[in-house]
């Protein structure tokens, strides 16, 4: 039977309120604005996407164990359960967090399913305070395993890597990747170091100003054999158990930053006058800010019965996960939309921060699947 | 995080557990409707009322009201036996207005006379209780009401007329507002209890809704004398006393809500059952995956609510502690009422077939729920009115009246 | 070239005019409301649908030519063009008008398509004053010609029908019927009247209080070579061919319909006062009332549009009629949903007329496929 | 029913298609903005002033206003000239503000001098205008604008902040309205023309929108010296004449709308068209049932505007002679953001892309379309307040302020 709570006890309240802690006093929202949108013309318009990252601020969440909150005992993490670790994305959302912490939770996450030597020394690696990010979507965009466009071959004895993985996220502020390859055995995963010789990372233009995404070139890269995640053929599978826990997360992502757009347009509600009222007392205003917070609320509710489902192990978790991220991405949506629209003049402008929450919501809701993808997967579960 | 049960509400729902198990009442002859507020017939009182007195008679109803008042005397007792009275899905308890509104009012507001008297007959649903605080030209704004009370002597005389009463046809008292001065909107207002049954001078006219069905009355007060010793607190302290009553009406829209046991979850299952099983182009509607995608994002709202229903009462997990309470009547009524109409949707040409007919898919139900879905978003509180509260109760809105 | 202003001149201004002057004075809300809901227990509960019909309003209707609108000169109608027709349509939705006027139009426009001596024998007898209605539908609602319920044999050099037709409009107030039966050679269409040997009406228990819907049971009914509009293999195509113009009248019927919808809203919201202000003082209540303009007018356009490719043999007109029976339930869907909920708790009961409008609603936006199906087809042809 | 051409129209009509055939001038070198107030390069400044000129040394500008203030004296010409522009697909005009604006104002509000002064350079786009209403504190609430004009002798001095003025980087010209006193909130404004090119204490500063780009900005006022003669009617009229600025916006915003010719007709094609080339699952995004039933009640509400459109010049067809015209800002924008999330929906992960990404989907123009679409539904008018409008003017609502 599962818990009432979620399983979300003391434990996790903790960690969550040190986290929103730590990110209130590091990274309040006018530093955010300085980090990543001091410069329209360099954020958009410079030959080389711009890498916007206080690496400082990365290396103290670090040795704060954020890293190691996913990992498990076993390698020298701290072996939380999935709803700590949503409510540690949450968090990241709420303060939208440029840094690679939610690519290397996820790429924690699918880690954790392999069990092999080779995925216990990259969990190792993480608890230690690396920062790696998943490398498994092609050229069009699909990360079903078997669609990639990195190829495993052997030479010599040898895996050696040929091929692009594409929307690589945060790849310009991780150690290393986990790839994605096919061969005739089927998909394997192994991990690739950023600095690897034949690996180029070819940084995107994107419009998330939060966060650097990359396709990586990959040519003949040699894997050892201690950097074996997957052998050939185990790699679809270790990635579909990962699923729903990478769903989580993106979609805890979500939640936290809608909650931030929530809290910042009611707030513009309660102190703008307009007509001798102020905003809110127009229903225009009041009643969508109020569905705002109820999709949120819905989105959040299914994020922590996801994760629950995930900690339990229940063979739902595919379905309730799914349905998180779908519920999030059109909370996001909405409350993206709302929160542009009912800041009026001022919100469609760069020096107003809720166009930072709004790209990266953009991004987040797109990012494994958008809502109508998800349902579409639900549908078939039903 | 969860209240953990101490060892006497452990013990208090095991017992709960046992004896729900051992009394599940048989089903009615005829099938229940969705909500207390909407019996109309007598068998379906009767059946109701042993029902919720079999429940009080095993310490179920009313159990952290205090043992003076016929109550169980506990704490978090209630909690506990509405949980697991949800958990086993037995029928609901009828007398709802009396048990979310009336009973905490009079306990609130009431001499230790009128608790003597009142409660414990409510309790055990011997005395049923209806409302009536709207009226013809006082919906939403219920401060201005104008059924009237003029002082003779010892007694008050009462004019007026009042709608929306639920419940009123089996109803033996009526908590109600009335004016007794137009000198101020809301300090004009007192508060009585009123008999309904067998009163000179009250009549109680069932109004018919857009179904066709009944349910809901209207109630007219000709010369109405009741005694002093019927008012509750003071003269003028009407709407203070109307506001206790309405901060618990939520409560009573949720035992309302839970309905037959799972109202939601029954629609959606449903939903998705007619979908799998009504013919459209070479399959079935689930085939079409424009409908299918409808009927999942329904889907994912009912699971949202049962999962908002759980982190409810977690603590950590809450941002503001209304936020999630007063959300429950709105995002409830609207799903029930989207989910209905998707399952109109569905049935295509054949929801033009309503319960009379033969051939109507699950008996006419879709087109009927649809319809008695607005007596949902509209009663208790419009969806605006929600809107409103939330706004300005959770997020600090200025008022928009 | 289309003409600018839809064809919608001078005549079609004066037909339209009169129409709606003589339904407001013979037919006004009260005389409606008591025409067809004046008992609750005999609408919904009696053993029998009770068949809520003024026939001498019907006599009159006739009398001034309405069913002759659309019939061609030739045949002894007035053969007015599709923009007339919609215009006449839109009226008879406004005033919820409980009649055949609607099926007759519909059948109207399908018989013109034959060009048989059968259909124009037919089309004579609506100029004179006859109702009809399609019989095209199955058991399970499909109106696809092919997939008809009824069979045609041949017997002794006659054609016999045997079978049942579904969901037919308005069967107890119409003269004749147009069957649609298959035979090996294809779907043939037929005229069956009412009191024709062979032929049982079993009413169904519907929601619309304005209309009268059965299953028209064929049980060998003999049909004369006077009778058989199209021949067998014939049918389809007639019938594909009128597809357009029926769909204009439903839309027409929900635009009026939806007209009356929002003209009754607002005026509650400008008399109805809550909190000191006047309903529509409240944007809760305004901006949904604005939103039911946008959508009915969106969809008038439309129907109009597709009206006047009606009338100029547009090959797109199947499109545009699609586009306009789609916008047109939705606008309706809408208009329904806001007009009970605005007139809140009076609009929940059987004495506010908004629910006889929300019925015919209902009913019409399934009626030949609702606003999904629609959509669907639209997405074949674009 | 549509008004027929007079012989004159008709031949003006003429005029006008053969003209624009002949002299429909080369496209610039890079793209023009969707709509006039974007425009933001010298290049497309000059490109576009010298193809307005054109237009309006060839009849097609200014037809109506009287020739003794540069106009063309005709009556009803300007409809034919406009229809004429749109269907010959040429560039829009750049003086938007001007015509759609200023110029109306000033004939109705204007002195003799002050007509023959500023109209025919306003016409013939040789002096661009830009409008200074908006303001930090004032928004959507015009009335409670605070920059001042004190009256200095036969000079005023304006101190103040505006913002959301389109075109200001290229206007010689500004109408504005100022507070000269404080004493009532409508009274106390005065509306002037004030120079903004090469002023003293005029500061005109780019606003970066959240596209990155600039095309509107913020112009502050300084000790700004203006004669009296600029002031537009009397002193304490501000407000009057804003309001006949005012019902002319919506000119303007169609004009501005009316864009690079055929705005909405484009990003339906190409949405339709994007669809159909973006791979998804085994084949492509429009074999999605669900995305396509989406893109389809775009398309459905694109040929509404367009039927619409035309049914406005349909006398028999129409409810109220406000009600076509009053929705076509708020229909048009909110269809054209829904269109531009549509489309950046279909391009999925590829969405994440941005305009310098050589692999972004059409060069990165839908995640731009969705961001500038924002510009839309809150400029001239957010849609809350076109709804307000709408509510109050066409269904006599009452007022929500």
Known sequence: MQPKDFGFGEDETILRDSVRKFLSDALPVDRLRKLVAGDHVEAYEGAAPPLHYDESLWRKIADLGWTAVAVPEAAGGAGMKMVAIAALAEEAGRAALPSPLIPTLIATCALREAGTAGANAALERIAGGAAASLAITNAQGSWEPGDTDVVAEEAGGQTVLTGTAYFVQDARKVDFFVVAAKSKAGVGLYVVDVGAPGVTIHA?????????????????????????????????????????????????????????????????????????????????????????????????????????????????????????KSASADAAAFASNRSVQLHGGIGFTWECDVHIYFKRQMHNQMLYGDAVYQRAKIGALL | MAKKDTPEQAEFRAHCRTWLEANRPAPPRTKLPELAIEVSSEEHREYLCAWQKKCYEAGLVACDYPSAYGGGGHQGFQRIANMEMARANVPFLINVIGLGMAAPTILHHGTEEQKKRYLPPLFAADEIWCQGFSEPGAGSDLASAKTSAVRDGDNWILNGHKVWTSLATFAKWMIIIARHS????????????????????????????????????????????????MRL?????????????????????????????????????????????????????WDDAVLRDRIVQIAIRAAGLRQTARRGRVEGLIEHPMRLPLQGKVVMTELMQDAAEVGLEITGAHGSLYVQDQRAPDGGEWPLAYLNSYGMTIA????????????????GMAKSK
Chains 1, 3 share one sequence.
């Not at chain 1, 309660?270 to 819905?298: C, E, S, W, Y």
């Not at chain 2, 003028?236 to 309905?259: P, Y």
């Open chain 2, 233 to 285: 607190d003071d003269v003028g302290k009407g709407w203070t006393v109307a506001m206790t009553t309405l901060l618990h009406e939520r409560g009573a829209a949720e035992g309302a809500g839970s309905g037959g046991g799972g109202g939601v979850e029954d629609r959606i299952a449903g939903l998705i059952e007619l979908a799998k099983k009504t013919p459209r182009g070479g399959g079935t509607a």
């Open chain 2, 380 to 395: 208790a509180g419009t969806s605006e009115i929600q809107r409103n509260i939330l706004g300005e109760r959770v997020l």
């Open chain 1, 204 to 324: 995107d233009h994107i419009v998330d100003l939060t966060r650097d995404q990359a396709h990586v070139e990959l040519a003949g890269v040699a894997i050892e054999s201690a950097a074996i995640v997957a052998a050939p053929g185990d790699g679809a599978a270790v990635l579909a158990r990962a699923t729903p826990a990478m769903l989580v997360i993106v979609a805890a992502d979500l939640c936290g930053a809608a909650e931030w757009q929530l809290q910042t347009t009611a707030e513009y509600a309660r102190v703008r006058t307009q007509f001798d009222h102020p905003l809110g007392f127009f229903q225009a205003v009041k009643h969508p800010i109020v569905n705002m917070m109820i999709d949120i609320d819905r989105a959040k509710s299914l994020v922590y019965g996801a994760a629950c489902d995930v900690d339990c192990g229940e063979a739902g978790a595919e379905l309730s996960a799914r349905m998180a």
């Open chain 2, 182 to 229: 137009n000198e101020d909107k809301y300090k004009g207002l007192t508060y009585f209890i009123t008999p309904i049954a067998d009163t000179p001078g009250v009549t109680v006219r069932p109004l018919v809704k857009i179904t066709g069905g009944t349910g809901f009355n209207e109630v007219l007060f000709e010369d109405v004398v009741i005694p002093d010793a």
